[in-house]
């Protein structure tokens, strides 16, 4: 399933218009008919957007090979948290860090309250690495 053809369906099932869906995510009603005529897709920052408004994950709307709407969407908060702090390298580094750090655990079930530890665990070590190291470098660093 297309970047296109996963927003017009996860819309549908919400039964929400595209206008309805352009106001919550903040972009044009142009933009929302070019998502789901093909003619554009959207930017990293927007797909987390679009996610959260369908109740779906960024990894459904990112990856054409997923079918599961609900893949990983348990690590999208995490990884808006550090974009909303260290913008677009920052949700680059935490998607990273979960991905890696996810398959010490291949083969192993975890309880969904042991992966949020987890991942919160992840994103506060990344946070106070990230902050001291603005302390220690100045804000670049």
């Known amino acids: 399933?297309?970047?296109?053809?996963?927003i017009r369906s996860s819309r549908e099932m919400l039964e929400i218009s595209q206008t309805e869906?352009?106001?919550q995510v903040g972009v044009s009603r142009r933009t929302i008919v070019a998502y789901e005529a093909g003619e554009a897709t959207a930017r990293k920052s927007t797909i987390a957007k679009l996610a959260?408004?369908?109740k779906v994950s960024t990894k459904f709307l990112s990856d054409e090979n997923c079918n599961d709407?609900?893949?990983?969407?348990?690590?999208?908060?995490?990884?808006?948290?550090a974009r909303a702090l260290y913008?677009?390298?920052?949700?680059?580094?935490m998607e990273a860090l979960l991905r890696d750090n996810t398959a010490l655990f291949a083969g192993g079930e975890l309880s969904q309250d042991e992966k949020d530890?987890?991942?919160?665990a992840i994103t506060q070590a990344y946070f106070a690495s990230k902050n001291?190291?603005?302390?220690?470098?100045?804000?670049?660093?």
Request: charged share 35%.
């Open 1 to 6: 399933m297309t970047f296109s053809e996963k």
């Open 21 to 23: 869906l352009a106001e």
């Open 52 to 54: 959260r408004v369908l």
């Open 69 to 81: 709407p609900l893949a990983d969407i348990e690590k999208d908060p995490y990884v808006e948290q």
């Open 87 to 93: 913008g677009g390298t920052g949700a680059r580094d």
């Open 117 to 120: 530890a987890f991942f919160e």
């Open 132 to 141: 001291e190291a603005r302390r220690k470098f100045g804000p670049k660093g």
